[in-house]
């Protein structure tokens, strides 16, 4: 067995651009995911059953469903019938969709462990529904959703690396792409599960830090 | 809408009148026809055992129970409204509810916000109020209640009386025509209470009008004008505390009076 990193290191733009993209569409479909989520958990609650029966089994359907077969249908699928989506704006939307599906259940959760009694203190002041939606129910309940939201978008900064499979050029295709001509994989594979590592690491010290600051504000 | 009778009641002087209140859980009738008026800077305590219905009165007022029937007056306006349906009665129902000043038995602060925040955020964003000019007069509403160094401290940090005191506080922000306790000391450890009491006290004696329910009979009759005995969602027995505490005509009064203040 001989390791040899040097074409890792002759190669690593390739590596970072694709770490680049990564990050890019971490942000994009986790802000899809959690704006999303709080939309869809918040008309589930609270909407009108004509919005709120159809969003309650998009949930049923994302969650129950793999990421991988929720991509093809969307990429290959729809491309069929004639829907062509860009792949990467393809991985963002399937990524983002599928996340929101489960941060909408962490919302629904939180959102509805809110205690009675903070309600009533809004309403009794003379908040409006809306109102106390906005200024006292989704601040506790994100403040509460945090820790698992947090976890969510850990595991979804992973997934990214699923979005290969349909051409988008993130940290692992990219790896691949250079594989294909140094024949490398070992070294390729273990760069690339060392930036995932650093860049999980980054996030979770932020979160953490984050959690730390809202602490005694629960 | 009968305007008739609202013009009616702009007359009477009367803070709250509530006439012939029902209210009924399902099968279990919580208050069976309550009169009730109050006069304006008037301090009228409820008592009563659990279960009576004077916590659900208060809440009724209001309207964070919906009466079955009977009316419910503020100053001249009226609280409940049949006739009025969704948006308009949502905008009616808080446009009156920012006259009326409540405090919780579990205080019900936001633990999210800074004392300063809870207090100030219903005079900005309901009255308009700009930051400093409802900081300035919510600091003044802190110092009231002897909590201006607590100002930027959130609730968790606070003991149980501080956080009523908050909550007080945060009520009388919206300038209320009239403050109701809901058993404001029954959760607070008895070292606690006098803190919270002091602060009503207080309140009693600039003329704020005030409707107390409570389980503390030595407080409701130092502190109040006229006293209802509730038992089993009717008014059983009303007077001056002198009278009804020393000198009660009903026999349930008396039977509850001397479990009490056994108790005491």
């Known amino acids: 067995m001989n390791f040899d990193f040097t074409p890792v290191f002759e190669n690593y733009e390739t590596l970072l651009t694709g770490a680049g993209y990564t990050i890019l569409i971490a942000v994009l479909s986790g ?34 469903t793999p990421l991988l077969l929720q991509l093809y249908l969307l990429f290959f699928g729809l491309g069929q019938i004639g829907i062509l989506i860009p792949a990467m704006l393809t991985g963002i939307l399937g990524l983002g969709i599928h996340y929101m599906a489960y941060n909408a259940d962490i919302f629904r959760a939180t959102i509805e462990s809110i205690e009675k009694g903070q309600n009533e203190a809004a309403r009794s002041l003379g908040f409006g529904r809306m109102q106390t939606l906005w200024f006292f129910i989704v601040p506790q309940a994100v403040n509460r959703a945090l820790p698992q939201l947090g976890n969510n978008m850990i595991i979804m900064l992973k997934d990214t690396s699923v979005l290969s499979v349909i051409g988008v050029a993130e940290l692992v295709l990219n790896a691949q792409f250079e594989i294909a001509n140094t024949f490398r994989p070992f070294e390729f594979y273990i760069s690339v599960a060392v930036i995932y590592y650093i860049l999980n690491l980054i996030m979770e010290t932020s979160l953490n830090r984050f959690e730390k600051k809202l602490e005694g504000r629960r | 809408m009968d305007s008739n009778s609202k013009d009616d009641h702009a007359n009477t002087g009367l803070m709250l009148d509530i006439i012939n209140v029902k209210k009924a859980f399902g099968e279990l009738k919580v208050l069976k026809g309550i009169d009730l008026q109050v006069q304006r800077g008037q301090i009228v305590s409820i008592i009563g055992s659990s279960g009576s219905g004077k916590s659900t009165l208060l809440r009724s007022i209001n309207h964070l129970e919906t009466i079955d029937d009977g009316e419910i007056w503020l100053d001249g306006v009226r609280v409940n409204q049949p006739g009025m349906k969704g948006l308009a009665f949502e905008n009616h129902i808080n446009s009156v509810r920012q006259n009326m000043g409540m405090v919780f038995q579990q205080f019900n602060l936001f633990p999210h916000l800074s004392t300063m925040d809870n207090v100030r955020l219903a005079p900005m964003k309901l009255k308009g109020i700009g930051k400093s000019e409802a900081t300035e007069f919510c600091m003044e509403l802190l110092e009231k209640v002897g909590l201006e160094a607590k100002a930027d401290t959130y609730p968790s940090h606070l003991s149980g009386g501080q956080k009523q005191r908050v909550a007080i506080a945060r009520a009388l922000a919206m300038q209320p025509k009239v403050m109701l306790f809901d058993e404001a000391t029954s959760a607070l450890d008895p070292e606690l209470v006098e803190e919270v009491n002091l602060v009503m006290k207080q309140l009693a004696s600039e003329h704020m009008t005030m409707l107390i329910v409570t389980h503390e009979m030595n407080f409701a009759s130092e502190v109040s004008d006229h006293v209802l005995f509730m038992d089993q969602g009717v008014v059983c027995e009303q007077g001056p505390p ?10 349930r009064t008396r039977e509850f009076l001397k479990k009490h203040l056994q108790q005491q």
């Open chain 1, 31 to 64: 802000i899809l995911s959690l704006v999303g989520g709080l939309a869809v958990a918040l008309t589930t609650l609270y909407g009108n059953k004509a919005f709120s029966y159809p969003l309650r089994f998009f949930i049923w359907l994302f969650m129950g």
């Open chain 2, 242 to 251: 002198e009278q009804l505490f020393s000198n009660p005509k009903e026999e």
